[in-house]
């Protein structure tokens, strides 16, 4: 009955969700009308169990039972769900205030709020997420790499990306980091998202806002914004901002994807940025070595990674920006034919770089990952992007958190997985015949034959590894590595 799950709806939103006694009627009322119920449910609810809820899913599973029963589709259902859960969730202005006077006391503690907040209202779906498949690979030859089977997130595509940044958006909300998003009900093109809750944010003297993702890559995975529909665009003042981000939040990183397709994040439209808590693996990758030291103490070093990574730190951030924007505008203009590097073809920029801050006691870092975006003949999905043969595994841009050691992963693969260790004993043909998608997997099946000690998570971890070392564009050879000190030479003299 959806009069009672309404009234269980109310109490919920009042044990965990700050809505006030006072206000309860009100929203009641605007519930049952909602749902097409005529009076408020009399009986007893089980107020035991509500209290001891962390996460409302069982709520959340009652309301989406009965529109399904009424009718409507699981996509509507979920629009009513996320409808429900948002008008009973505490308006944006009385978050922003909560947020700002935690933060005064402690930014840690208001970043927290933010979090338990959307985890409780069902914007971060925690139980989905923790069904994630999550481990570590160890190699000998560079840092660690965790890999994540998200099976709450869509794959998406290089070719949608790039269309995305040239179609004129006549859509509302523009797009899905908009400002417009907040308590926007959701259609066939948008999300929900009356859960959504972010707050505003002073970056480097502009106005930017700060919400967490419905997705959860890694630990506290969350998105900065820019108030404006602009497009990424990788400078100088990026540097500033996410410095000026973990100057604010020292507990969290902050990162930047490049400007470009292939080389970039899904959204290239809307400047955004996405950090969280410093636990991603090239962060605790040592220095390989120092090539510059400045008068003052700021360092740039290779950082040990499969990719060209610098790490620039100090405690001066003009100095370390000063540093970080010589690299970039180097990088721009950098050409090396024999290594397929070239900074422009047909009027199209490939350099850019991806970028991240930390704040580790008094001492700022600034991160930047060396990425080109060229495609060719026999790349066609781009040079310094993971090779068609890694495909199966994955296709999407290597983005801001693959470079920095994590890879999340498409949920498919929970499924090939498995079928890739039933075909391990299977012929070629008897497995083609039953999953025909094998035929993506074979090289990983062979080597699983070859080898019955490698399991399925080692291989795919050993593909991420070379899906970096695809990105790197000064490879680890000599040729690529006497152009790479010559590069950083010329860039810092
Ligand atoms: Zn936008």
Aim: glycine share 6%; proline share 4%.
């Amino acid at each position: 009955m959806i009069s009672k799950t309404i009234a269980e709806l109310i109490y919920y939103a009042e044990k965990h969700l700050y809505l006030l006694d006072s206000d309860k009627i009100y929203f009641t009322n605007i519930l049952l009308h909602f749902f097409g119920a005529n009076e408020p449910y009399e009986g007893e609810i089980d107020k035991v169990r509500i209290e001891s809820m962390e996460v409302p899913d069982e709520i959340v599973s009652e309301i989406f039972e009965h529109c399904l029963l009424s009718g409507d589709d699981e996509k509507e259902a979920e629009r009513k769900a996320d409808f429900a859960l948002g008008i009973v969730s505490p308006l944006p202005s009385l978050v922003n205030g909560a947020f700002e006077e935690f933060k005064k006391n402690d930014p840690a503690t208001a970043l927290q709020f933010l979090k338990s907040l959307g985890t409780s209202n069902y914007y971060f779906q925690k139980t989905k997420v923790e069904r994630n498949k999550d481990w570590t690979m160890t190699f000998e030859d560079g840092p660690n790499i965790t890999l994540s089977i998200n099976l709450s997130k869509p794959e998406k595509n290089n070719k949608d990306i790039a269309k995305l940044l040239t179609t004129a958006s006549t859509n509302y909300p523009k797009c899905a980091l908009c400002v417009e998003n907040i308590g926007f009900y959701g259609d066939d093109k948008h999300a929900a998202r009356m859960t959504i809750r972010y707050v505003p944010l002073d970056l480097a003297g502009e106005r930017w806002y700060l919400q967490y993702s419905p997705y959860g890559y890694f630990r506290n995975h969350c998105i900065c914004f820019k108030e404006d529909h602009i497009p990424m665009k990788v400078e100088r003042k990026t540097f500033d901002r996410l410095l000026s981000f973990v100057e604010q939040f020292p507990s969290f990183f902050m990162g930047s994807n490049s400007d470009l397709p292939i080389v970039g994040g899904s959204i290239l439209n809307h400047e955004h940025f996405q950090g969280g808590s410093p636990v991603l693996p090239l962060f605790a990758s040592k220095d390989k070595e120092v090539i510059f030291t400045s008068k003052s103490g700021t360092k740039v070093a290779k950082v040990d990674s499969f990719t060209n990574t610098l790490r620039i730190s100090g405690k001066d951030k003009e100095e370390i920006m000063d540093l970080g924007e010589k690299i970039l505008n180097a990088w721009r203009i950098y050409d090396n034919e024999e290594l397929g590097i070239l900074h422009e073809t047909d009027g199209n920029r490939h350099n850019t770089v991806t970028s991240y801050a930390i704040k580790n006691g008094e001492e700022y870092q600034l991160i930047i990952v060396l990425r080109c975006n060229i495609t060719n003949e026999k790349y066609p999905d781009g040079v310094f992007h993971a090779h068609p043969e890694y495909h199966a595994i994955k296709k999407e841009g290597i983005g801001l958190i693959e470079c920095a050691g994590e890879f999340v992963l498409p949920a498919r693969l929970e499924r090939q997985i498995k079928e890739v260790e039933e075909s391990v004993n299977l012929s070629k043909e008897e497995y083609l015949k039953k999953y025909p998608d094998m035929s993506l997997f074979e090289d990983m099946i062979n080597a699983m034959k070859e080898n019955p000690s490698l399991d399925a998570g080692s291989y795919i971890g050993q593909v991420c590894r070379n899906i970096l070392r695809n990105v790197a564009v000064f490879k680890d050879d000599e040729k690529g590595q006497q152009a790479y000190d010559a590069f950083l030479k010329e860039a810092l003299k």
